[in-house]
C-alpha cells in the first residue's frame, strides 16, 4: 500500500494525517502499530478496513484495489473478508451476546436459524457459550470485548484490526484478550492490532511505530515463516 490520507479538520482545513506510508501486511502476520496520540494509527486502520479511502495512491487488500470497489463491493468485502474489534467494544446495549454477534450476518443476509447457530458457536469460540442470553451491562469489559471478538469473527474473516483492544482493560484481562487474538493468529488469521502499550505489543510478530504520518520504525521478532510454523506446532499440540 502506498498512501497519504487527508482528514479535514473544521473550517476546510486539511490535516496530513498519513505521509507517503508505504507497506505490505502479509497473510497469517501478527502486525502491533505503535506511536504517539495523533501520528496516524488509527487513520491506517480506517483504511486497511476500507472505512476510509486514502486521498493518494493505492490500498490493495487480497490483491483487489480498493478504490476501484463501488460502495456495494465495498461494503462486501469488508463485511466478508474483515473483523473489527475496538478499545470500547462498541456493542448494542439493549441486545444480549447473542444478538450483538449476530448483527454482522444480518447485514450479510444469512437467515435466523443460521445466524443464532453461527453466533453461538462464535461466542463458544472465545468463551463464552454460557453467556449468550446476557446484556452487556450484565457483563464484565473482558467479556465484553469476547463478544465483540466473537461479532468480528461470525462471517468467518480473513484479517482482524483491533485497534486499543486491551485500552479499557486491567492487566490480568488484557492479557486473556491478547491469549485469545493470539490463537486466533496461530489458526491462520492475520491481525493488526494498535497498541499504546510495550507488553501488548509483545504478542505481535511485527511491530511498525508511527511518528507524525510517517513509519518511523518496522521490527520483526522472527520470520514470518518461522512464526507461522511455530503456530502450525502449536495448534496441533
Ligand atoms: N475525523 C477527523 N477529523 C479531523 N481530523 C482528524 C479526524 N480524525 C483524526 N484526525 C487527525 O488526523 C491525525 C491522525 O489521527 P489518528 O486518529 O489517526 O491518530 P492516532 O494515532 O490513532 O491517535 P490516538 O493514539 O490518539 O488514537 C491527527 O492529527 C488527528 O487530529
Ligand atoms: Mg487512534
Sequence with gaps: MGNAAQRKAGAGQQVQALRGVSLDILEGDF???????????????????????PTQGTYLLAGEAVQSMDSDKLASVR?????????QFNLLPRATALENVELPMVYAGVAAAQRKSRALQALQRVGLGERSMHTPAELSGGQQQRVAIARALVNQPQLILADEPTGALDSQTSHDIMDLLSGLNRQGL??????HEADIAAWARRKLVFKDGVVLEDAESMSLSDWKCRAKVAVEL
Design 31 to 53: 502486525v502491533a502499530i505503535m506511536g504517539a496520540s495523533g501520528s496516524g494509527k488509527s487513520t491506517l486502520m480506517n483504511i486497511l478496513g476500507c472505512l476510509d479511502l
Design 79 to 87: 463485511n466478508r473478508l474483515i473483523g473489527f474489534v475496538f478499545q
Design 190 to 195: 492475520t491481525v493488526v492490532m494498535v497498541t
